[in-house]
């Protein structure tokens, strides 16, 4: 029904409006008597073998909402409903930001992908906090963070460590998101002094709190294996609980859409079919390289229960879905969880 009926007529209007138009309608029909039991029925699936423990933290199952959908955590409760594991809300942000300008999201329905420059709009550390307040224990919950667009580069590190601080007793675990292509002066976030730098810093913080929470870092797809081998070195010389593999893709290649398409919608990053097989290769790289060091969450290129196998196959312990749950609806949850299931 969602492929067949929903979703063309959602995808003749504007992406982002969309995006805000469906955030809104199952907000509405949650607050409907039994229409929550009912999604609920629908698509969750709950088993012993389907539990993963990972970094301190069981989770119901395996399969998690990536971060971007929900950046405000304002539809972490409902979006429980669908049979996710878990919910990465952000990238949060110190300061309300309204991003880049519109237009910003893009579609490419032939390539089953997303194009988007939003460039971390959201409301801010304290509007998620308020949010994160509502929390009603469902599911296990992700802070993604990150630095304003407006932030100097002396001052990265305080942009990190004011999100954690502030959302520590609100999130499960937390994401340093240092791989969208969509924020200015990035340079330095890929440096790996610089990470080591940070990734101390907030371990510090975390050690203050009488309970420490997981930190994991996002990684963009397009590294090569030396830098592939940096993160590995990272991980080691750091002991960060994990990495995220990976975030969206700056690369154009072998997308069915025109050279004048692209050019139409310009920059942005990339997400969706198009990148699946990239993501996985860097899964497999840091996975095998590292003898299975460390935890590492599959995202890219995620459209079926197939695509999920092969990212867990290449050495991901929990995978995540984004531009996928767009394109194929929640039943998608559903049918990945059976699919694990089926093979446990």
Do not use: W
Not at 66 to 71: E, I, T, V, Y
Request: hydrophobic fraction near 35%.
């Amino acid at each position: 029904m969602y492929k067949s009926i929903i979703r063309p007529i959602l995808f003749s209007f504007d992406p982002e409006k969309v995006h805000h138009f469906t955030f809104s309608l199952i907000k509405i029909s949650s607050k409907v008597p039994l229409v929550s039991n009912l999604f609920r029925s629908m698509y969750n699936i709950e088993h012993p073998s389907l539990e993963r423990e990972l970094f301190g933290l069981k989770f119901k199952n395996p399969v998690g909402l990536a971060a971007g959908f929900d950046k405000n955590a304002v539809l972490y409760n409902e979006l429980s409903n669908f049979g996710f594991g878990f919910i990465e809300i952000g990238t949060v942000t110190p300061k309300a930001q309204a991003g880049n300008p519109k237009k910003r999201l893009f579609r490419l329905k032939d390539d089953k992908g997303i194009i988007n420059r939003m460039g971390f709009n959201n409301e801010g550390l304290e509007a998620a906090i308020t949010q994160l307040k509502k929390n009603k224990g469902r599911v296990i919950i992700g802070g993604n963070i990150g630095k304003n667009t407006k932030t100097k580069p002396e001052d990265y590190t305080e942009d990190y460590t004011t999100c954690f601080n502030a959302l520590h007793p609100h999130v499960d675990y937390f994401v340093l998101n240092v791989s969208c292509p969509n924020v200015g002066s990035h340079a330095k976030l890929t440096d790996k002094d610089y990470l080591i730098e940070l990734i101390t810093e907030v371990q510090n913080l975390n050690n203050g709190f009488q309970t420490q929470k997981p930190i994991l870092l996002k990684i963009a797809p397009d590294l090569n294996n030396g830098q592939l081998d940096e993160i590995i070195e990272l991980v080691a010389e750091t002991k960060i609980d994990g990495v995220i593999a990976s975030n969206t893709s700056v690369s154009r290649e072998g997308l069915k859409a025109t050279d004048e398409q692209l050019k139409a919608i310009g920059n942005g990053g990339l997400s969706g079919q198009p990148i699946k097989e990239k993501s996985t290769k860097v899964i497999q790289y840091l996975s095998e390289k590292s003898n299975k060091a460390f935890p590492i969450i599959g995202v890219g290129g995620i459209h079926s229960a197939k695509d999920a196998l092969e990212k867990i196959d290449a050495g991901a312990d929990l995978v995540q879905v984004y531009t996928g749950f767009v394109y194929e609806g929640p039943k998608l949850i559903k049918d990945i969880n059976k699919a694990i299931l089926a093979k446990s």
